[in-house]
């Protein structure tokens, strides 16, 4: 039996708040602007998220996956796991490879099992593009919830991420993975006929890009990427220059901005990890949906993309 300590079995400091996060949370809830919130602060909801600890979790991979950002086509039935936690992605689909593994050295404690995402043919089925292109791994919080998350709650999201050796990376430059929310603005956009159809939901998150001395670069670096500035600009943010596991998370406050938090290692996340703040799109939220991993490859039908691991996705509330 595991002797892991996972937010699956909330500890004592996540259910109580510090007396700084009830004074940003009393602030938060009475004033147009908030201050940043620390994410895993508040209650663990047990009912999303994963711990990957079962031996026979499972994901069943319903081919031929979606394509729909690229062909228009939306494949069914998608792939789905056996927990009923996670589900191919229609506008993109599924990673070529979801597979529980055991965590690797360094991990949470008492942990036994992690997840790997990797993928080749990340574009239409039995074709290739020839340039980078995504999967996505969708985590099932608004169906599961029976409603997406107000940010009047200030919901979180936080994950840990293993960064594989350098020489473990795809050798290209560009973007290698994601780890994203949904949400849904307070503000939805006027509808014109160009934009009637397309969804109001925006994706604010991470990404990691690489740069390969097998490309051209120097030597191989890799940096985090903030999407977005309220302009709807990425920027890095972040190098990494240790790799191993990080700690990622993001926290949304009922002032609909979106705070971004990281950190090299398990440890939970503090006031000093917070690294920006924004607005994403000029948008404010007004609900927290889901969240999501990418992995991103050349489509080219015979490169794997890095191999990426993530262990623990939780979601929490203040409120």
Partial sequence: MSTRQSPFRPRKTSLFLSAAAMIAVTFASTASSAQPLVPGTGHFIHQVGDDFEDPEWSFKMNWPKSSRNIDEVGRFPTGISKNRRWYEGVKRGMPDHIRRVETPEGGLPGSEGALLLQSMLTGRPKSFTFKMQQDDFIADVRYR???????????????????????????????????????????????????????????????????????????????????????????????????????????????????????????????????????????RAKEFNTFFFNVCSFDDGKTWSTPWIVDDPSVYVVR
Avoid: C
Wanted: charged letters at 30%.
């Fill in 145 to 283: 919830l029976k409603g997406a998350i107000p940010v009047s709650r200030s919901p979180s999201v936080v994950t840990r991420v293993f960064v594989p050796e350098f020489d473990k990376w795809e050798k290209r430059s560009g973007p290698s993975f994601a780890f994203r929310s949904a949400l849904e603005p307070r503000y939805p956009r006027r509808k014109t006929r160009e934009n009637r159809d397309e969804p109001d939901t925006y994706w604010p998150g991470f990404l990691i890009d690489f740069e390969s001395k097998h490309a051209g670069a120097k030597e191989d670096a890799a940096f985090i990427r903030v999407r977005a500035k309220n302009s709807g600009m990425d920027y890095r943010r972040v190098q990494i220059k240790q790799t191993g596991w990080w700690t990622f998370g993001m926290s949304f406050t009922p002032d609909g901005m979106v705070h971004y938090y990281v950190k090299p290692g398990i440890e939970d996340l503090t006031e000093a990890d917070h690294i920006a703040s924004h607005t994403p799109y000029g948008s």
